[in-house]
């Protein structure tokens, strides 16, 4: 069954806080093969709260994540990430579209700091093929 186009523009409750550590960003970077010196994180760190609002926002509309492709990421930054942050996301359901049988679903999520301020923007595009495709 098609993804319900209504959901294009409807916000989901902000993840719970996210306590950002040198740790942390240890470990995603050790990962990814390389290593952490200090500093920033990586450009691609905050994928780890746009993933759990992501995860959210599938359980909340009952779309199994087997049936996901990821099919692009981007990240827009005000600021770097840092340690020290802590960060909230927010994802919207930006775009809704259903092609030969899947759904194409655009969603962006609002990086804040504990402030409230905008740190960073992500975008995902999610190619859902449902149980009926």
């Given amino acids: 069954m098609p993804v319900d186009q209504s959901l294009v523009g409807r916000s989901f409750p902000p993840t719970p806080a996210f306590a950002v550590t040198e740790e942390g960003v240890a470990a995603f970077v050790a990962t990814t093969g390389g290593e ?56 919207t359901v930006s775009s809704l579209r259903q092609i030969g049988g899947a759904d194409i679903i ?13 740190v960073c923007t992500t975008s995902a595009t999610l190619v859902h093929k449902g149980a009926d495709a």
């Fill in 36 to 91: 952490y010196a200090g500093g920033p994180a990586p450009a691609t760190y905050p994928i780890v709260l746009a993933f759990d609002a992501m995860n959210a926002f599938l359980q909340s509309e009952q779309v199994e994540l087997h049936r996901i492709v990821h099919g692009e990421q981007r990240f827009g930054y005000e600021r770097p990430v840092v340690p020290g942050d802590v960060l909230t996301a927010t994802l």
């Fill in 106 to 118: 655009g969603t962006t999520s609002a990086i804040t700091d504990a402030d409230g301020t905008l």
